[in-house]
């Protein structure tokens, strides 16, 4: 072997004993466990998977270092008497026999009235490097964790003074052999980045910071993610996230069409966390809600004196969500003044406050929404046609709830979630019949109308109990078809819940007869299945071949009348 010449080891040898008998092995007076280097690569593997690398690196260092102090007491016993490098060696001989790695010494300069050290040793073989290879493959930094504290351990203590071993090659990188270095903590500019795997650490007390910073993050994503409910795996529902999170990274016009209820808010909303705007403020307006009269100056701002009441100077939504997004939710209320400024606003990327001449640039990304046919509002004169095109880049229609019923259960369980933390209830779910109720229901008010039954259940169930049918709808429960009703104009429409006898009572006020109900239902369950007969029949609970002929012989008594 090259590098400098160990003396012989028949000293160190001897120091083993094995007593079978009583189960022990023995190193002069220290028990030792022979153990497989597989079984210590396993624990070894735990450690890192599940405390993380830089915490198993502590506890593999530390171990090692024990193992180090230890073996340094030997060498003053054995070899006290001989030179003091022939002592020293105690350590890199002890660490051969014990099976850890093959040490070659490069250079050893120590001195034991001045306390100097400098060491250089090659590893070869070492058990670290080999396991971390099997189970790992080839490593960024050097890993031989474990016997770098067996060196430093063993220095330390043979010194009286804290000697850092630091690996500056290592097998597991993929050079032929490890080598390490070892001088006084204070000789190594560095020594700083190295300590902390040498010291006691509260595993405790990181996890503890930890799980605070858990809770901050969770809170922090609970407010950021009104998203709880875009929730949904049918195809429909899918297709307009996939829609919506390529949108994100543009600065597209997004138009999303749907019913009401169906989550245009939250869609929009989650369009503009996806965004690179979503530092910015995320400003929503429901056109709606706000009376003509008021509605521009709410969007664009107003100057103080521009109209009788206007006291202060005051920024609109525009403004405000400037850098970021603005929803402007159904918007085809919006007057036709106010689609003027909104089209120059699109255009132009500028707004001038009511009663100011000042023109201000904004970058605003608008997503607008709508539950009504635009294009039929422009037809009709209510909506500008130019203002039509320019928000119709990018429509993304959200599907119905009646149409991914698939996804209630989905929906259900975590809405039950968000309630009973909401209401601090402690529940222990929905029973089947319920489920199933909820299941067979039309929603004709969609997501929300399904929150507002969750929520009214959450809190009607009694605590540590079920929620039940009765605890979801109110009045009398239809759980396998939307409540109807009819209206003014005698047709079938969708509106309070009102029981079969309300229902049979106001067919026969308006002397509607058989046939006249017959019509009326099956005309409606055609329109309700958007013309597809197929679907209508299932509905209906009569075959398609059926409801053709009905529809046919419809078409004949009108034609005769
Ligand atoms: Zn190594």
Redesign the pocket.
């Known amino acids: 072997m090259a590098g400098i010449p160990y003396p012989e080891i028949n000293d160190l040898r001897s120091l083993v004993r094995f007593s079978s008998d009583d189960g022990l092995i023995w190193l002069d007076q220290n028990r030792m466990v022979l153990m497989h280097a597989a079984a210590l690569g396993e624990l070894r593997k735990e450690l890192i998977t599940s405390l993380g690398t830089e915490q198993a690196r502590r506890v593999l260092t530390r171990m090692g270092y024990a193992a180090g102090v230890r073996d340094a007491e030997l060498a003053r016993k054995i070899r006290g008497k001989q030179s003091l490098k022939d002592a020293f060696v105690v350590g890199p001989q002890l660490h051969m026999l014990e099976g850890s790695v093959q040490v070659e010494a490069v250079r050893l300069e120590m001195n034991a009235e001045t306390g100097e050290f400098d060491g250089e040793f090659i ?1 070869h073989n ?1 058990w ?2 080999d396991v971390h290879l099997k189970e790992f493959g080839h490593a960024d930094a ?3 964790w474990m016997e770098i504290g067996y060196a430093s351990g063993y220095t330390s203590a043979f010194m009286g003074r804290f000697i850092l071993f630091k ?1 500056i090659e ?3 990188t993929g050079t032929n052999h ?1 080598r390490i270095v070892g001088r006084p903590a204070e000789a190594w500019p560095d020594a700083d980045a190295y300590l902390p795997y040498f010291e006691e650490d509260s595993i405790l007390g990181k996890l503890l910071e930890l799980r605070d910073q858990v809770d901050q993050l969770r809170s922090t994503l609970c407010q950021r993610r009104p998203a709880t409910n875009l929730i949904g795996a049918s195809s429909g529902f899918q297709g307009a996230i996939t829609l919506i999170t390529k949108a994100a990274a543009t600065n597209v016009t997004v138009l999303l069409l749907g019913e009401t209820g169906v989550g245009k808010e939250r869609f929009a909303r989650t369009l503009h966390e996806l965004s690179a705007r979503q530092a910015a403020p995320f400003v929503a307006v429901n056109c709606a809600a706000l009376p003509h009269d008021l509605i521009e100056s709410e969007l664009f701002g107003v100057e103080k004196g521009a109209y009788t009441g206007a006291e202060h100077s005051r920024a609109g939504k525009f403004e405000r969500a400037d850098g970021g997004t603005l929803f402007l939710d159904e918007i085809g209320e919006l007057p036709l003044a106010a689609q003027a400024k909104l089209l120059r606003a699109l255009q132009e990327g500028e707004i001038e406050r009511l009663g100011d001449d000042r023109v201000r640039k904004v970058n605003v990304r608008l997503v607008a929404a709508t539950n009504v046919n635009l294009h039929d509002a422009v037809k009709e004169g209510r909506f500008r046609n130019d203002l039509y095109y320019r928000l119709n880049v990018y429509p993304v229609t959200i599907p119905p709830l009646r149409e991914r019923a698939s996804d209630i259960p989905l929906l259900v369980d975590a809405m039950i979630k968000r309630f009973c933390a909401l209401h601090d209830k402690k529940l222990l779910g929905i029973t089947d019949k319920a489920r199933r109720a909820l299941s067979n229901h039309n929603w004709p008010g969609n997501i929300r109308e399904l929150e507002n039954t969750i929520e009214r259940g959450v809190i009607l169930a009694p605590q540590h109990d079920w929620i039940e049918l009765e605890h979801l709808f109110a009045g009398p429960v239809r759980a396998d078809d939307a409540p109807v009703g009819v209206g003014a104009d005698g047709e079938l429409r969708a509106g309070e819940a009102q029981d079969t006898i309300a229902l049979a009572d106001a067919l026969l006020q308006h002397g509607r007869s058989l046939d006249d109900i017959e019509d009326m239902f099956i005309r409606h369950a055609v329109a309700q299945a958007g013309g597809n007969l197929a679907s209508a029949a299932r509905h209906l609970g009569i075959t398609r071949p059926q409801l053709s002929y009905r529809l046919k012989k419809r078409a004949r008594t009108s034609a005769a009348d």
């Open positions: 590893w070492t670290e490097a050097p890993v031989c690996e290592c097998a597991a490890c």
